[in-house]
C-alpha cells in the first residue's frame, strides 16, 4: 500500500531528526494510526516537543502547544465565546484543541480541573464551550508530556480517568553518546527540522486509521486478551484493573 511506504518513509525522516528515540517514534505512529492519544515521560530537553513539532510537518498538520501551569484555565485549552462590542455578538474563539497535533506541555503541572478539560476531546473528537458542541477535524492526536514523578514538585498527578484517555504512555531515555554528539554537530548549526518536508498527508493518516480498525482478531486471541484484563482487576497489587477501553486500544 502506497500510504503504509509513506509511513516509513516519515518515520525515518523523524528519526533523522530525534536521533536515538526509534522505539518512541514507532510507538508514536502505532498511537496515531490507531485513532489513540500518546503520554510521554522523560526530562525535560529530550525532544519531546521537537518530536511532535515535526510530526505535524511530516503529516502537513496543523500543531498546537498548550505549556501546562497552575495558572491555565479549561478555557484556555478548549476555547470561549466572547463578546464582541463592535457587533454587539457573542463570538466563538476556539482553543488551541482545534488542530490535528496537540502538544499538551507537562500536563501534570496543570490543575486537576484544567487535565478535565480534554477528557472529552480526547475520547470523542469534539468539545462543548457554553454549550455548544464542536466537531474536530480528523485526524486529531495528543501529545502529552510529563517529566518523571519523583523528580516533580508542584505537580498534580493525572487522575484515573485521565491516564485511561492514553492509549500508550512511553519513557524517552537520554540519546546515546553518539547519538547526543551527532545532535550537537547537527544542532549548532542549523535546526534539522527546518529541512522536514511533508511525507503523506492527512487524508493518508485518516485512511490508515480505518484500515487498522477493520483487523481481524481471531477469538484466540481476544480470549487471551481477556483473559489478562480481567487478572488485573483481580490482582491484590493492583488498585484499579484496566478498562473496557484500554482492553480495546
Do not use: C, W
Not at 500500500?1 to 522505539?23: D, F, R, T, W
Not at 482478531?217 to 491484590?236: A, C, G, P, S
Amino acid at each position: 500500500m502506497e500510504a503504509l511506504h509513506k509511513i516509513k518513509k516519515a518515520k525515518e525522516a523523524l528519526n533523522n531528526v530525534i536521533l536515538g528515540q526509534e522505539e518512541a517514534v514507532d510507538l508514536v505512529f502505532i498511537t496515531l494510526l490507531s485513532g489513540g492519544h500518546i503520554l510521554l515521560e522523560s526530562v525535560p530537553g529530550s525532544g519531546k516537543t521537537k518530536l511532535a513539532n515535526a510530526l505535524a510537518k511530516l503529516i502537513k498538520g496543523n500543531f498546537r502547544r498548550i505549556q501546562f501551569t497552575p495558572d491555565v484555565l479549561p478555557s484556555d485549552v478548549t476555547g470561549i465565546q466572547f463578546f464582541n462590542p463592535k457587533t454587539q455578538e457573542f463570538e466563538m474563539r476556539m482553543g488551541p484543541v482545534d488542530t490535528n497535533i496537540l502538544l499538551a506541555d507537562e500536563i501534570n503541572r496543570a490543575t486537576p480541573r484544567t487535565q478535565s478539560s480534554l477528557l472529552e476531546v480526547m475520547e470523542e473528537n469534539q468539545t462543548t464551550i457554553d454549550g455548544e458542541t464542536i466537531q474536530l477535524t480528523p485526524p486529531f492526536f495528543v501529545i502529552a508530556s510529563q517529566n518523571p514523578i519523583e523528580s516533580n514538585q508542584g505537580t498534580f498527578p493525572l487522575p484515573e480517568a485521565q491516564l485511561d484517555r492514553f492509549m500508550m504512555m512511553v519513557k524517552m531515555d537520554y540519546p546515546s553518546y553518539n547519538n547526543e554528539k551527532q545532535i550537537l554537530k547537527n544542532q549548532r548549526l542549523t535546526d534539522p527540522i527546518n529541512d522536514l518536508s511533508p511525507h503523506v498527508t492527512k487524508e493518508d493518516i485518516i485512511a490508515l486509521q480505518k484500515e487498522v480498525r477493520k483487523i481481524e482478531i481471531t477469538d484466540i486471541v481476544m480470549d487471551y486478551l481477556l483473559e489478562l484484563v480481567r487478572k488485573t482487576r483481580e490482582h491484590e497489587d493492583i488498585e484499579i484493573g484496566v478498562s473496557s477501553r484500554a482492553a480495546l486500544a
